[in-house]
């Protein structure tokens, strides 16, 4: 079995996507985000554009319970698959707080999106700052905690600490 390229992978997520562009949420809008999702299961951005399609379309043939079941596992899907990224984190933790009446597993997958989140941050003012005083530094730990003070002092990140 030969899997698609990234470029396919696009191509096709692309497609589906604009197959709702009169119409958003129509059923060959939704077919084409399955065969999509079937096709390669880790593409992640077509998982949470199907999990939310899911949440606005109108699929009379199935129960309700049927339809967060399956939004569910796509998340759940896409959790997994993006190696629990922040973005996917807060929509399944999104999904759970709304759909399942603030299940306290939504505020411990917001906690860790949050932690994720603040981690990419922190990395980022780290390169930036870097590449704006490019001297070499052995000392990486200082730059690492001058970065995080640096973040918490402009607001970007919370106190140390805290």
């Known amino acids: ?10 191509k096709k997520f692309e497609e589906a996507r604009k197959a709702g562009e ?20 880790a593409f992640t951005p077509n998982l949470l554009y199907l999990a939310r399609l899911q949440q606005v379309i109108d699929q009379p043939s199935r129960s309700t319970e049927e339809v967060f ?3 569910q596992r796509i998340l759940e ?8 990224s922040a973005p996917v984190l807060l929509e399944l933790g999104n999904f759970l707080d709304t759909f399942h009446n603030g299940t ?7 906690n860790e999106g949050e932690q994720k989140a603040l981690a990419t941050l922190e990395e980022a003012w780290f390169f930036k ?14 730059e690492i905690q001058t970065t995080k003070r640096y973040a918490a002092q402009e607001g970007l990140a919370p106190p140390e600490g805290s």
């Open 77 to 84: 899907l896409a959790v997994l698959g993006s190696d629990r």
């Open 129 to 142: 700052i870097r590449y704006l005083f490019p001297e070499p530094n052995i000392f990486l730990d200082d």
């Open 104 to 110: 306290p597993e939504a505020m411990k997958l917001y």
């Open 69 to 71: 079941s399956e939004i």
């Open 1 to 10: 079995m030969t899997h698609l390229s990234p470029e396919e992978l696009v």
């Open 22 to 41: 009169h119409e958003r949420g129509n059923p060959e809008q939704l077919r084409l985000h399955r065969e999509l999702a079937e096709e390669c299961p």
